[in-house]
């Protein structure tokens, strides 16, 4: 546990509250699902730091793995049982270790499981709204996978519905301030979701008529998207969050641009969506962990950019999060590459679905 206090979980939470890490890791010493799942993350995070790939390593990681998953299909299948949050807290960090790993064929189905759990631990709590910070945080942590699901390529979908009850339950979405577990703000959230939304049906409806609506709904979107520039940190956060929050802004803009409204790659929205980006990402010093924040901010417009500086730039800046033993940053890196390699005239998310390779920016 010393190493997911001191390694993994500032680089799973880079800027969560402490109460929350510090619930966790309490937790976690009464209820043996959720230590088993902690020390899967730990010891699969150590492995990829010190860049040991050897099968004891993997054995390690998969024994806690499947002795986690046992003790909570134990604690699930006991009739008399009470829905905890740790239990809702250690099917969170299954699924974040399988996106962390590379398990693209798990991942989603535990997803799709988190979603179940917190539904129905939110039931129980007898209040149409959650004041518990650390209940709040377990939702944000859920949307902030969900959301980046939807929006991570041309067959992929967030779990959760498109409405905000999640959101509405939980907590106050007026929140001013960047959010300290998703890196933007709040309000950006079910924007991204009818962004993804948005996507799908561009995809799948070629009716002129409804791609008309399509585009109407997009410049609305659009408005939305940019009114959340001007967004503040609060007073105990750090400053880098903000440029956080400004690379979602503008990657979720570049998104709208390119695969709603279909603007060529040499279009100057596009080109200036790319640079607002990069002078985001270049506010946050190379190995502050608020960079593991921004995977999707900084693939997509490694995907997007044709300007050599800027992929070496995103190229590199990713390099360094993985020496962090970021997985995810990892298996995004290489695709990138694979990408760049093919020099296809396809769009990113077209490609990666005729490979039949799934990925999720999270």
């Known amino acids: ?61 998969l024994r806690f793995t499947n002795l986690s998953i046992s003790s909570l299909r134990s604690a699930l299948s006991e009739t008399d049982a009470t829905l905890t949050a740790e239990t809702v807290t ?15 064929q798990t991942w989603r189905t535990h997803l799709g499981g988190v979603m179940r759990l917190l539904g129905s631990f939110l ?11 650390y209940i709040q945080c377990l939702v944000k942590w859920f949307i902030t996978m ?13 779990v ?47 009716e002129p008529r409804m791609q008309q609506d399509i585009l109407a709904e997009a410049r609305t979107l659009e408005i939305e998207i940019l009114s959340l520039v001007e967004c503040s940190v609060s007073g105990g956060d750090s400053l880098e969050l903000r440029s956080t929050h400004l690379a979602f802004v503008h990657s979720a803009l570049l998104h709208l641009h390119r695969r709603v409204q279909t603007l060529p790659r040499n279009h100057e929205t596009v080109k200036e969506d790319i640079r607002e980006v990069i002078a ?38 990713m390099g360094d999060m993985q020496s962090l033993g970021m997985g995810n940053f990892t298996r995004a890196r290489e695709l990138l590459s ?25």
Not at 28 to 38: D, F, G, I, K, N
Not at 123 to 133: E, K, S, V
Not at 146 to 158: K, P, Y
Not at 185 to 206: E, G, M, N
Request: glycine fraction near 4%; charged fraction near 20%.
């Open 338 to 362: 694979k990408f760049w390699a093919s020099k296809t005239s396809l769009s990113w998310d077209t490609y990666f679905s005729n490979l039949e390779l799934e990925l999720v920016l999270f």
């Open 90 to 104: 250690t099917a969170m960090a299954l699924c974040t270790n399988d996106v962390c790993n590379g398990n693209m």
């Open 123 to 133: 039931d129980t709590q007898g209040t149409p709204r959650i004041a518990d910070p």
């Open 146 to 158: 969900d959301v980046l699901a939807g929006l991570s390529g041309s067959s992929t979908s967030g």
């Open 280 to 317: 985001a990402v270049e506010d946050i010093p190379p190995f502050s962990s608020a960079n593991i924040l921004i995977l999707w901010p900084m693939f997509s417009v490694g995907c997007e950019t044709n300007d050599t500086k800027e992929r070496k730039f995103i190229h590199n800046r």
């Open 160 to 206: 959760m519905s498109s409405d905000t009850e999640l959101l509405d339950r939980s907590f106050d979405l007026l929140n001013p301030h960047v959010d300290d577990i998703c890196g933007y703000s709040l309000k950006l959230a079910p924007l991204l979701t009818r962004l993804s939304q948005l996507v799908l049906q561009r995809q799948c409806h070629t």
């Open 1 to 61: 546990m010393h190493i997911f206090n001191t390694e993994t979980a500032p680089r799973l939470f880079p800027a969560a509250p402490a109460l929350f890490l510090q619930r966790i890791i309490a937790s976690s010493l009464e209820t043996p699902h959720l230590l088993y799942a902690l020390l899967a993350s730990a010891c699969s995070h150590h492995s990829r730091l010190v860049q040991d790939t050897g099968p004891k390593s993997k054995l390690s990681c």
